[in-house]
């Protein structure tokens, strides 16, 4: 069975850092495309982050380009997104998402973890 | 940015209606387009993958159609179960984008 465990999610001060992880199992890790969506309170589903598995490389949405670092480690089934200088905007409930072995649709969701932003 | 536009917004329904959801993309994107169920408190759940290819486990009164800009979500005979906020979902180009959601109340 696929499963997907976000941890990591708090409360921090506009400006701080937190990084997200997410623990992944019941399949190969290491082949599969992993993804970073967020959903503001009431608000709708937003496209964070990607990691091509296919050659390691990453794409950001423009509103964390340069502040949001995605990476993985495979030997530990885990999936991490580093945030910094974090703002009220970003407070939201981050799932980590896979679209199995190509960049397709979103066939497995975590649960999500809340990151809070204010002061 | 490919956007994705979804009519309407919200809607009350009565069971067993039929209900349809469009979504409408700025430019042509094949088929890359996906629909998921997301019920409160819940993740997403995907109910049709490129534009109207059956998921696994999904009731069969859920139909996806479609292609290039205009797509269409159908729920035939609703159920109380289907309440919840539907999204389409491109998978064409990046930035991946998502419609803005349709939210679907039962009377």
């Known amino acids: 069975e696929v499963q997907l465990m976000e941890s990591g999610g708090g409360l921090v001060q506009p400006g701080g850092s937190l990084r997200l992880s997410c623990a992944a199992s019941?399949?190969?890790?290491?082949?599969?495309?992993m993804h970073w969506v967020r959903q503001a309170p009431g608000k709708g589903l937003v496209w964070v982050s990607r990691f091509n598995t296919e050659d390691s490389s990453t794409n950001y949405a423009d509103s964390v380009k340069g502040r949001f670092t995605i990476s993985r480690d495979n030997a530990k089934n885990t999936l991490y997104l580093q945030m910094n200088s974090l703002r009220a905007e970003d407070t939201a409930v981050y799932y980590c998402?896979?679209?199995?072995?190509?960049?397709?649709?979103?066939?497995?969701w975590g649960q999500g973890t809340l990151v809070t932003v204010s002061p | 940015e490919i956007v994705l536009t979804q009519s309407p917004d919200f809607q009350s329904v009565t069971p067993k209606e039929k209900v349809t959801i469009t979504c409408r993309a700025s430019q042509s994107i094949g088929s890359s387009l996906h629909w998921y169920q997301q019920k409160p408190g819940q993740s997403p759940k995907l109910l049709i993958k490129?534009?109207?290819q059956s998921i696994s486990g999904v009731p069969p009164r859920f139909r996806g159609s479609g292609s290039g800009t205009d797509f269409t979500l159908t729920i035939n005979s609703l159920e109380a179960e289907d309440a919840a906020t539907y999204y389409c979902h491109q998978s064409s180009d990046v930035p991946i984008t998502f419609g803005q959601g349709t939210r679907l109340e039962i009377k």
């Open positions: 998402a896979t679209t199995g072995m190509s960049a397709y649709y979103f066939d497995y």
């Open positions: 019941g399949f190969t890790f290491s082949n599969y495309w």
């Open positions: 490129y534009g109207s």
